[in-house]
């Protein structure tokens, strides 16, 4: 598999998408309020571990794989050994 | 842009869609056989369905200049019913010699439950005695991950499929690297919420180049959106990837993959 290069540079990519990241943050940013304000909010951290978990995953650089590891995050565990599982499962 | 939607569900969806398809470049459509959003409850519900596919479905899409393509099983949800999968797996070769018939699909995992493993792996053998190519549907958010990989073991598991032989679909950031690794075709769903969007699937093209990837738009009875491939074109043009890549992608693979199936027919407008 060869990547093919992005025809633009990444000053370019913000310059042309900036206005929508823009509204993609304060979509998040209302969601939290909106959270926050309701009834329990206060315990925000306990319950919604995992989509904060996944806003702090967006300032890891390096890697240029934020979507993957956010992904992984919200993803069930692959256990290798299943199908031994699946047929001691099917014996019992 | 000539293209085609290699996974779309045109049972669900009007005429008023074959339409603006045809205005918008679609050559054709491939439709897999998919959960109707009720459990059907006998075979002969299956074979009514099957027979919608096979025979009115390509004369609705013939009447818009677009070749209309099938793929038959009992999909991944109604796979938790193994009694009634068996009698349906008994009954497809009975429509698999029908003209537009590719192969079996959308065949997968829904839950990645035993029983699916079993429905999943006993079409697998089916494909692999006729000589099918085949369409897998890998599972929704949480599940997509562990079910894609227990897919691919099955079928490394069973080893007579040939790898150009199967699309695996609906891959994502976490699951398409697994899926090209391996040397299967990749399909990217550009669908709300659940599954990719026209810019993170530029993004694959990008970091994973174009061989073996292809897009879709998995339009069916829910919100979604038939003219995401369009989508997917103008978001590759917007960024300056040139002409033949982006062809590459929505037409010449495709096309590739279809091929290999002996019953394949190029479409009228190809010809």
């Given at each position: 598999?060869?990547?093919?290069?992005?025809?633009?540079?990444?000053?370019?990519?913000?310059?042309?998408?900036?206005?929508?990241?823009?509204?993609?943050?304060l979509?998040?940013?209302?969601?939290?309020?909106?959270?926050?304000?309701?009834?329990?909010?206060?315990?925000?951290?306990?319950?919604?571990q995992?989509?904060?978990?996944?806003?702090?995953?967006?300032?890891?650089?390096?890697?240029?794989?934020?979507?993957?590891?956010?992904?992984?995050?919200?993803?069930?565990?692959?256990?290798?050994?299943?199908?031994?599982?699946?047929?001691e499962?099917?014996?019992? | 842009?000539?293209?085609?939607?290699?996974?779309?569900?045109?049972?669900?969806?009007?005429?008023d869609?074959?339409?603006?398809?045809?205005?918008?470049?679609?050559?054709?459509?491939?439709?897999?056989?998919?959960?109707?959003?009720?459990?059907?409850?006998?075979?002969?519900?299956?074979?009514?369905?099957?027979?919608?596919l096979?025979?009115?479905?390509?004369?609705?899409?013939a009447?818009?200049?677009?070749?209309?393509?099938?793929?038959?099983?009992?999909?991944?949800?109604?796979?938790?019913?193994?009694?009634l999968?068996?009698?349906?797996?008994?009954?497809?070769?009975?429509?698999?010699?029908?003209?537009?018939?590719?192969?079996?699909?959308?065949?997968?995992?829904?839950?990645?439950?035993?029983?699916?493993?079993?429905?999943?792996?006993e079409?697998?053998?089916?494909?692999?005695?006729?000589?099918?190519?085949?369409?897998?549907?890998?599972?929704?958010?949480?599940?997509?991950?562990?079910?894609?990989?227990?897919?691919?073991?099955?079928?490394?598991a069973?080893?007579?499929?040939?790898?150009?032989?199967?699309?695996?679909?609906?891959?994502?950031?976490?699951?398409?690297?697994?899926?090209?690794?391996?040397?299967?075709?990749?399909?990217?769903?550009?669908?709300?919420?659940?599954?990719?969007?026209?810019?993170?699937?530029?993004?694959?093209?990008?970091?994973f180049?174009?061989?073996?990837?292809?897009?879709?738009?998995?339009?069916?009875?829910?919100?979604?959106?038939?003219?995401?491939?369009?989508?997917?074109?103008?978001?590759?043009?917007?960024?300056?990837?040139?002409?033949?890549?982006?062809?590459?992608?929505?037409?010449?693979?495709?096309?590739?993959?279809?091929?290999?199936?002996?019953?394949?027919?190029?479409?009228?407008?190809?010809?």
């Open positions: 598999m060869s990547a093919i290069p992005s025809p633009l540079t990444a000053e370019k990519i913000l310059d042309r998408e900036g206005t929508t990241l823009r509204a993609q943050l979509d998040i940013a209302a969601l939290l309020d909106r959270i926050e304000r309701a009834a329990g909010g206060e315990n925000a951290e306990a319950f919604a995992l989509p904060l978990s996944a806003i702090r995953e967006l300032l890891i650089p390096g890697d240029a794989d934020r979507v993957g590891r956010i992904l992984r995050l919200y993803s069930r565990s692959y256990d290798p050994a299943w199908q031994e599982r699946f047929a499962e099917g014996a019992s | 842009m000539d293209y085609i939607d290699p996974h779309i569900h045109m049972v669900s969806r009007t005429t869609d074959y339409a603006t398809l045809a205005r918008m470049g679609c050559v054709a459509v491939s439709e897999p056989a998919f959960w109707a959003g009720y459990d059907r409850g006998t075979v002969d519900g299956f074979r009514d369905y099957f027979e919608q096979t025979s009115f479905e390509p004369s609705r899409a009447a818009y200049g677009i070749e209309h393509y099938t793929w038959l099983c009992i999909n991944a949800k109604e796979a938790e019913n193994v009694a999968s068996r009698e349906v797996l008994a009954m497809i070769p009975e429509f698999l010699d029908r003209p537009g018939v590719l192969g079996i699909g959308e065949i997968g995992l829904n839950k990645n439950t035993p029983n699916e493993a079993t429905v999943f792996a079409h697998v053998d089916l494909a692999a005695r006729l000589g099918e190519l085949v369409l897998i549907h890998t599972p929704h958010l949480e599940d997509k991950l562990q079910g894609t990989r227990m897919i691919l073991d099955l079928l490394a069973d080893g007579r499929l040939a790898v150009e032989d199967v699309l695996v679909d609906h891959v994502e950031e976490h699951t398409v690297g697994y899926v090209l690794d391996q040397g299967y075709w990749a399909g990217m769903t550009l669908y709300p919420n659940s599954k990719c969007t026209p810019a993170r699937a530029a993004d694959m093209v990008e970091r180049g174009p061989e073996r990837l292809l897009v879709n738009s998995a339009g069916d009875w829910g919100p979604s959106k038939p003219t995401a491939v369009p989508d997917f074109i103008f978001e590759m043009r917007r960024r300056g990837q040139t002409e033949a890549t982006i062809r590459h992608v929505v037409l010449d693979n495709p096309l590739d993959f279809f091929s290999r199936s002996r019953r394949f027919k190029l479409p009228e407008r190809l010809r």
